[in-house]
């Protein structure tokens, strides 16, 4: 399921999206997964914007090697940045992990996957009519698009689903995993 939640300010869209840029300018290179936060006692740029854990899910034991709660330290990059303001304003409603900047290079898509997570907010800070999502909802296939940059958006990321970028351009979303709501037990 995707659902359109509401929007971020448009201003602060294109901030956080200078926030990305000025991350990418410090490590030096482009990277099409830049974390915001990660897990405490990563030091350096480079290590914190890139730290994946090696791959999270193991396909032989079925499990995910690394716990989204671990991620809960801010790279020191995006401290006092307009990306942690609107983090820490979504955190007073989900209980969040990892929180990465996701770039779909053109003409590019991910494999045919599910995800660990129940669901994940998305925030298109670029992206194109060209650029859409696929899911199986309930044996059917459904597609939709993620039309504003700067909307925040709900996708249940359990059922089978990819994205696409079709387009000339590079489509550039900040994703934030949920782990839990504010106000859940436990």
């Not at 890139?50 to 991620?71: A, V």
């Not at 296939?141 to 359990?158: C, N, P, S």
């Amino acid at each position: 399921m995707l659902k359109k939640l509401n929007n971020v300010q448009n201003a602060i869209a294109e901030q956080i999206l200078h926030d990305y840029m000025k991350a990418s300018l410090a490590i030096g290179e482009f990277v099409s997964q830049m974390n915001f936060n990660c897990p405490e006692n990563i030091v350096g740029h480079k290590e914190q914007l890139t730290y994946m854990g090696g791959t999270n899910w193991d396909y032989e034991s079925n499990k995910i090697l690394l716990d989204e709660c671990l991620f809960i330290e801010t790279a020191d990059i995006f401290k006092n940045s307009y990306t942690e303001a609107l983090v820490k304003d979504l955190e007073s409603t989900y209980k969040l992990g990892r929180v990465r900047f996701l770039t779909l290079a053109p003409k590019t898509n991910y494999s045919w996957h599910k995800d660990t997570e129940e669901s994940r907010l998305h925030i298109p800070l670029k992206t194109t009519t060209d650029s859409f999502f696929a899911w199986q909802e309930g044996g059917e296939l459904k597609i939709d698009r993620m039309r504003e940059a700067g909307g925040l958006y709900l996708f249940e990321t359990k059922n089978w689903h990819t994205a696409v970028n079709a387009s000339k351009e590079p489509r550039i979303h900040l994703v934030l995993n949920i782990i839990g709501k504010v106000d859940d037990d436990g």
